[in-house]
């Protein structure tokens, strides 16, 4: 069965430092990936997606992530944080064995940033 | 915009009332999902829709129960509301069947059961 390990629950780092959360995956076949962000008190919003072709993703909010499949790790990273980015964010990985395209999520980082 | 709106935002309920969220979107989306956001486990998948009248199971489905009888609404029932129900629930919406597709969510709504 797929799964979705984040393996910090919390994260804090000061503004303007750099970020990188972790998300490692378990999955059968070529994975398609995504980094959600939630804001407190609301839904989730994508913030980078892979599927195929080139490793390193962009996102939205200056966010990239890296796809490595000998470590089956999809980690996400920001150069440099903003106070704003204070959020939950989950990984999650798709489609379901069998297709469709339900998604398996992560537990989530919540990111804290220090002024 | 197309947006996807769920209601109520915050609903309290007493233990073994029905209780039924909903969902609606107006992307014209076939696929619509809900979920359940529980500290710990993230989020995990209560029912999904491929289109009218289609529902399946998804791993937390014990309790609930969806239909589709259009396109824009995919409904939330608790038959028999339980205090392990008390969570934050989120509906989402995709169009395509690929799995490349973005998830658009709702706001959620944070249920309690008493």
């Known amino acids: 069965a797929q799964s979705v390990t984040q393996p910090d629950i919390h994260i804090t780092v000061s503004e303007g430092a750099s970020l990188e959360l972790r998300c490692n995956y378990s999955?059968?076949?070529?994975?398609?990936l995504f980094w959600y962000v939630q804001s407190p008190g609301q839904g989730l919003q994508l913030l980078l997606k892979y599927f195929s072709g080139d490793t390193l993703v962009q996102g939205i909010k200056g966010f990239e992530a890296e796809f490595k499949r000998s470590q089956s790790s999809f980690n996400l990273r920001k150069p440099s944080v903003h106070w704003s980015d204070a959020a939950e964010y989950f990984c999650?990985?798709?489609?379901?064995?069998?297709?469709?395209?339900?998604?398996?999520f992560g537990t989530g980082t919540q990111l804290k940033v220090e002024l | 915009d197309a947006e996807i709106t769920q209601s109520p935002r915050h609903k309290i309920t007493e233990t073994g009332r029905q209780v039924t969220l909903a969902c609606h979107q107006t992307w014209n989306h076939n696929n619509m999902f809900w979920y359940r956001q529980d500290l710990g486990h993230g989020l995990r998948l209560i029912h999904y829709?491929?289109?009218?009248?289609?529902?399946n199971k998804g791993e937390v489905s014990d309790g609930y129960s969806v239909s589709r009888s259009n396109t824009e609404d995919l409904p939330l029932t608790l038959e028999s509301a339980a205090s392990s129900q008390t969570s934050v629930y989120f509906c989402?919406?995709?169009?395509?069947?690929?799995?490349?597709?973005?998830?658009?969510f709702g706001p959620g709504t944070r249920l309690t059961v008493l």
């Open positions: 829709s491929y289109g009218v009248q289609d529902t």
């Open positions: 999650a990985v798709g489609p379901f064995t069998g297709g469709g395209n339900k998604l398996t």
């Open positions: 999955y059968g076949a070529t994975p398609y």
């Open positions: 989402a919406s995709t169009q395509g069947s690929g799995g490349t597709d973005t998830q658009y």
